[in-house]
Nanobody
């Protein structure tokens, strides 16, 4: 089995910063793209940022210049650093990873359990 475990989110004031991490574990042969999505109340889940094993990153327009994504391939961990947070960043944030399990040649998408980030004064 494969698991993605996210760090805890939290409550942050507007303009503040928060970092999230997500570690993959289990029967993993290889990890391709990793990333973060978010879902606000009443809205669809949306892409926040992704990063390839070669560290090429892609960001949603709404977070460009404020969020950074990084990964440690040896630790099978992806990080999201969120700066200059706005109330509209409030959402449940989900980690996502494209993983080839041991014994397989196929890639599967796995999700973390989700963590709440609330930006409010």
């Amino acid at each position: 089995q494969v698991h993605l475990v996210e760090s805890r989110g939290g409550l942050v004031q507007p303009g503040g910063s928060l970092g999230l991490s997500c570690a993959a574990s289990g029967s993993i042969r290889s990890i391709n793209a990793m990333g973060w999505y978010r879902q606000a109340p009443g809205k669809q889940r949306e892409l926040v940022a992704t990063i390839t094993p070669g560290l090429n990153a892609n960001f949603a327009d709404s977070v460009k210049g404020r969020f950074t994504i990084s990964r440690d391939n040896a630790k099978k961990t992806v990080y999201l650093q969120m700066n200059s947070l706005k109330p509209e960043d409030t959402a449940v944030y989900y980690c996502n990873a494209a993983i080839v399990p041991i014994g397989s040649t196929r890639e599967f998408k796995y999700w973390g359990q989700g963590t709440q980030v609330t930006v409010s004064s």
